[in-house]
C-alpha cells in the first residue's frame, strides 16, 4: 500500500473547529489512535504530516510506532503574519523570528519545515486564490534558511507564480499546487521536487452542497489536465490527500486519491487536448511513478 503523504491528524474530516475542541483541554490520546488504528488496518504504514498549532502531530509521533507506521511531521507550519497558515501553524514577523521557529522544530523533534506560501483555493470565484501569494523573496528566503539549518523543506503553495517561485529556490516537496501553468509544470518537472497535489480535497466537494458543483467541476477538471500534463513532463509526483480536510476522511482519503489519479491516467477522459492525445500510463507504469516519488519523500522529509 502507498504511504500518505499530506495528512493533517488535528482534522476529523468534518469540521475543523470541531475537531480542535475535541483537544481544547489537551491532547485526547484516544482520538488520534483512532485515526492511527485507521491507517494500520488499511496497510498505510508511512505518514506524512503537514502539523498544527495545537501539539497534535508531536503527540502522534510518539504514538506512531506502536501502529506500526513511519510518521514524519514539521510539528507546525510557519507563515509570514497576515497571511494565511494559523490553521495548522504560528507566524512570523521578521527573519530573526522565523529562524526561531526553525530552531523549535529542531528542539522539539521535528523533521522537516513547512511553510505557507499562498492562499487556499476560492470555491466561489473560478481561478481565484483567498490571497495574493507570499513575494518571491520571501519564499526564497524561508528555502534558504530551513536548508541552511539542514531541513527539507515542505511547501503548501498555489498559483503559476508561487509554485514556479518555491521551485526556483529549491523546495523540496509542493503540496496542492493549484493553477500551475506551463512554465511552472516545465520548472517543476526539470527539479528535484516532489509535488503532492491533494486531488481529492477538490473531487471529494462535489455533492457535499457547500459550493456549487458546476464550479466544483470545473476545478475538477482542470486540476486533472494539469496533474495528467505533469506526467507527461516527468514530474515526480506522490500520493498525498490532506487527510482530516473537508470530506477527505483519515486512510480513506489515501485511496480516494489513488482512485481518482489512476482515472486519470487510464481512462480516456480528458484526452480531447492535443497534448494529452497521445500520453497515457499503463497501471503498472503508474504505480511506479509514485512510488518512486513516495520514495524520494521517504528519504528527504
Known amino acids: ?6 495528512a493533517h491528524l488535528i482534522m476529523d474530516g468534518e469540521n475543523y473547529r470541531k475537531a480542535v475542541a475535541v483537544h481544547a483541554n489537551g491532547v485526547q ?34 504514538l506512531a510506532g506502536e501502529y506500526g507506521i513511519t510518521y514524519r ?10 497571511h494565511y497558515g494559523g490553521i495548522v501553524g504560528f507566524p512570523f514577523d521578521t527573519w530573526k523570528e522565523y529562524e526561531q521557529l526553525v530552531g523549535r522544530v529542531r528542539a522539539e523533534g521535528g523533521h522537516f519545515i513547512k511553510i505557507m506560501c499562498s492562499g487556499i483555493l476560492d470555491f466561489r470565484r473560478r481561478g481565484a486564490l483567498t490571497e495574493p501569494p507570499v513575494e518571491r523573496e520571501d519564499i526564497r528566503e524561508m528555502i ?32 496542492h ?15 528535484d521536487a516532489v509535488w503532492v497535489p491533494t486531488y481529492v480535497t477538490i473531487t471529494n466537494l462535489i455533492g457535499s452542497g457547500r459550493f456549487e458543483d458546476t464550479a466544483i467541476a470545473g476545478l475538477v ?22 487527510a ?18 489512476r482515472r486519470l491516467m ?30 524520494q519523500i521517504r528519504r528527504k522529509f
Open 221 to 242: 477538471q482542470e486540476q486533472g489536465e494539469r496533474i495528467r500534463r505533469g506526467f507527461e513532463l516527468g514530474a515526480r509526483i506522490a500520493l498525498g490527500s490532506d
Open 73 to 82: 511531521t514539521p510539528l507546525f507550519a510557519i507563515h509570514k503574519r497576515g
Open 144 to 175: 534558504h534558511i530551513a536548508h541552511e539549518e539542514g531541513f527539507s523543506v515542505m511547501a503548501h503553495v498555489n498559483g503559476a507564480k508561487a509554485v514556479l517561485d518555491a521551485v526556483e529556490a529549491g523546495v523540496d516537496s509542493v503540496e
Open 29 to 62: 490520546e484516544e482520538d488520534l489512535r483512532t485515526k492511527l488504528a485507521g491507517y494500520a488496518a488499511r496497510g498505510i504504514c508511512f505518514v506524512r504530516d503537514g502539523g498544527d498549532s495545537h501539539g497534535i502531530s508531536a503527540r502522534a509521533l510518539q
Open 177 to 191: 499546487g493549484n493553477f500551475m501553468d506551463e512554465d511552472a509544470l516545465q520548472a517543476l518537472a526539470e527539479s
Open 266 to 295: 487510464l481512462e480516456a477522459g480528458g484526452k480531447e487536448k492535443e497534448s494529452f492525445a497521445q500520453f497515457h500510463l499503463t497501471e503498472e507504469e503508474l504505480d511506479g511513478r509514485l512510488a518512486e516519488a513516495e520514495e
Open 1 to 6: 500500500m502507498f504511504g500518505e503523504c499530506h
Open 244 to 261: 482530516g480536510a473537508f470530506r477527505v476522511p483519515h486512510g480513506e482519503g489515501l485511496l480516494d486519491e489513488y482512485r481518482e489519479i
